[in-house]
């Protein structure tokens, strides 16, 4: 509450820094930040820059050129959990950036002093943008089972290499065992390491089955959810983690010829929106324009959840019949209770029924033409006509 409070309290040009594309494109720049002074300093020598530097022997910074690069990489895992909007993803990446910018002082090198101010800098926007990362993270039966397999095979391998060290040839000690597991099960095999027994071969052989199914499972599980995405962009539908991004925008409910000037204009004056159709022919144009449209019954409940209601700064609903207009109304108004709400009526008879439906503003068409007519007519109406229907009373 306290954060949302302080937010509100920013001046309009800073808001963006705490909005949820900002976060997100801060982790990911820290995490190439991380991984650049990562690779500079293991190849370069041990530098005597800042002044920790001193005091911080050789070894250690070159190892933490290699835990730099280590940590970039997870900072980018992190940092797409935090475009799907996950709780998860939010903790890891709070707790990374203090730790890439510990790495960035005990490497003592000026390359990386834009890491360190960055992951400092960085903090505060992830604590103002804690709310708006509440997904919980869901695996499938599938996910779960991949992301086990692999670690029971890698932590078998490790156990059963060093607990057979004597032998092979090459492992004496836990990291030698797990180096030789990761290369088997991977089918890598450099053949620096080998069995020298029959139980040694046999072992090997097991490690080599099982890593190489369990690898294929956790491929399988990881690209199968890439793939759908795609199947799902092709067919003009939103994706899970497009949906996660949105953020005050405008929630256009229904599409037809009243709502296409209204998409228009909208998408020419680079407001975010989201456009929700029944329609998917209309789905697939407006993907093709790369407007973003989810394929959907404008007045049920869990596509407007998924569309993120609860963030939206404004809902227009023209789904050009009066009887679904009030249906979409009442449900966007019990998701969101103080969202604004503006429809427009086709029959002026309409009107007080979907104001009761709890529409905050409802557009009479006959009445808006014949406005609009007169005052292009007399040239005293210039504003766009979607401000015109967002603007307070």
Excluded: C
């Excluded at 300093?41 to 911080?56: L, M, S, Y």
């Excluded at 909007?85 to 730790?99: E, N």
């Excluded at 030789?180 to 620096?192: E, Q, R």
Aim: aromatic share 6%; charged share 20%.
């Amino acid at each position: 509450m306290v954060g949302e409070q302080l937010v509100e309290r920013l001046p309009e040009n800073w808001k963006w820094a705490v909005t949820t594309r900002a976060a997100v494109a801060l982790a990911l720049l820290v995490a190439l930040l991380s991984v650049a002074t990562g690779l500079i300093n293991i190849e370069q020598r041990a530098a005597d820059f800042g002044p920790f530097a001193p005091h911080v022997p050789a070894a250690v910074q070159q190892a933490v050129g290699f835990t730099g690069v280590l940590t970039g990489f997870l900072m980018v895992a992190s940092a797409f959990a935090l475009r799907r909007g996950l709780r998860a993803g939010w903790y890891t990446t709070l707790i990374l950036m203090p730790i890439t910018a510990i790495q960035g002082v005990l490497q003592g090198s000026p390359y990386s002093v834009p890491l360190v101010v960055l992951s400092l800098a960085s903090i505060p926007t992830l604590l103002l943008t804690r709310r708006r990362f509440d997904r919980s993270l869901s695996l499938t039966t599938t996910q779960l089972a991949a992301g086990g397999a692999l670690v029971g095979v890698q932590l078998y391998g490790t156990l059963g290499a060093f607990a057979l060290a004597d032998q092979f040839d090459g492992i004496d000690t836990p990291l030698d065992a797990f180096y030789f597991t990761l290369i088997t099960s991977s089918t890598v095999g450099y053949g620096d390491i080998g069995p020298e027994t029959e139980q040694a071969k046999l072992f090997t052989m097991s490690v080599v089955v099982l890593g190489v199914a369990s690898f294929g499972i956790a491929i399988g599980a990881l690209v199968g959810p890439a793939i759908q995405a795609r199947i799902s962009k092709t067919l003009g539908k939103m994706t899970d983690s497009e949906l996660e991004l949105l953020d005050d925008h405008v929630l256009v409910l229904g599409y037809g010829d009243l709502t296409e000037p209204i998409v228009t204009e909208l998408d020419d004056a680079n407001v975010p929106f989201v456009v929700v159709t029944s329609d998917e022919t209309a789905a697939n144009a407006l993907s093709d324009r790369a407007i973003k449209a989810l394929t959907a019954n404008p007045s049920d409940e869990e596509p407007l959840r998924r569309a993120r209601i609860e963030r939206a700064k404004a809902v227009l609903v023209a789904t050009d019949h009066d009887a679904e207009d009030a249906l979409a109304v009442l449900t966007a108004r019990e998701l969101n209770p103080d969202v604004r709400i503006v429809t427009a009526a086709t029959d002026r008879r309409n009107v007080r029924k979907l104001e009761r439906a709890g529409a905050d503003d409802v557009i009479g068409l006959a009445e808006l033409g014949g406005h609009l007519l007169v005052r292009s007519a007399l040239g005293t109406d210039e504003s766009p006509v979607v401000e015109r229907l967002l603007e307070s009373e």
